[in-house]
């Protein structure tokens, strides 16, 4: 089975910088993703961690410690735009035919920028 | 990036009747498609996973013969939601994998908004 836990909600301040955390708990481990997804659309990618370390991709940063079971996203000097909710992922190992597998999403953090 | 569109936005219907969602990949070949329902506050839940060609792959709890799945070309999969009924109601999002893509990462649709009246 899959169990992935984060944060229900976060709120920050325009200009600061926030983590937000995500353990999971997987049968089998094939890559850990970040989405950003605002209210009432799609989720966009964000991030990919399939090996430990961090990622950093301008003012977002993703890193993944395998033997925690641990991820999380830092977000630099945040702006409005930025309050949104924000999924972690799990890509499970399990080989679903034709080159595929699965995510299995947590169930998100609505974070709130605020003035 | 690579796009994915989904078709209708949103669409309201009387209960009973059917629903055809329709997901393109629009400038890449997807060997694979999923499909996802959303309700309100709450995560992503996978439906479907849909192969070109072959029959899709439902997850635990999902009617296959509710939700008819056709994954016809490597750019079109669409969801049939039969007998519509208001608890059906929800966010369908469908994303689909780049062929060849190293990372197998996902490209999400719109989403698609069902009210069942």
């Known amino acids: ?115 | 990036g690579a796009v994915v569109s989904q078709h209708p936005s949103w669409v309201i219907c009387k209960s009973g009747t059917s629903v055809k969602i329709e997901c393109r990949s629009l400038d890449f070949q997807a060997t694979t498609m999923f499909w996802y329902r959303q309700f309100p506050k709450q995560s992503l839940m996978l439906m479907a996973t849909s192969n070109e060609g072959s029959k899709a792959t439902y997850e635990q709890g999902v009617e296959k013969d509710k939700f008819l799945i056709n994954h016809a070309s490597l750019t079109l999969s669409t969801l049939t939601v039969t007998s519509a009924h208001p608890e059906d109601s929800s966010f369908y999002i469908c994303s689909a994998r780049v062929l060849g893509e190293l990372n197998n990462e996902q490209f999400f649709g719109p989403g698609t908004r069902l009210t069942v009246l």
């Open chain 1, 1 to 115: 089975g899959q169990n992935i836990d984060q944060p229900t909600e976060m709120t920050a301040t325009e200009g600061a910088i926030v983590q937000i955390n995500c353990t999971y708990q997987t049968s089998g481990f094939n890559g850990l993703f970040w989405y950003q997804q605002h209210a009432g659309e799609a989720p966009t990618f964000l991030s990919y961690n399939v090996l430990d370390g961090l990622e950093e991709k301008g003012r977002f940063s993703s890193f993944l410690s395998r033997s925690k079971g641990y991820s999380y996203l830092l977000l630099k000097e945040l702006q409005m735009k930025d309050s949104a909710s924000y999924l972690c992922a799990v890509r499970d190992d399990a080989y679903s035919g034709a080159g595929s597998y699965q995510l299995t999403f947590g169930k998100g953090t609505k974070l709130s920028v605020i003035p």
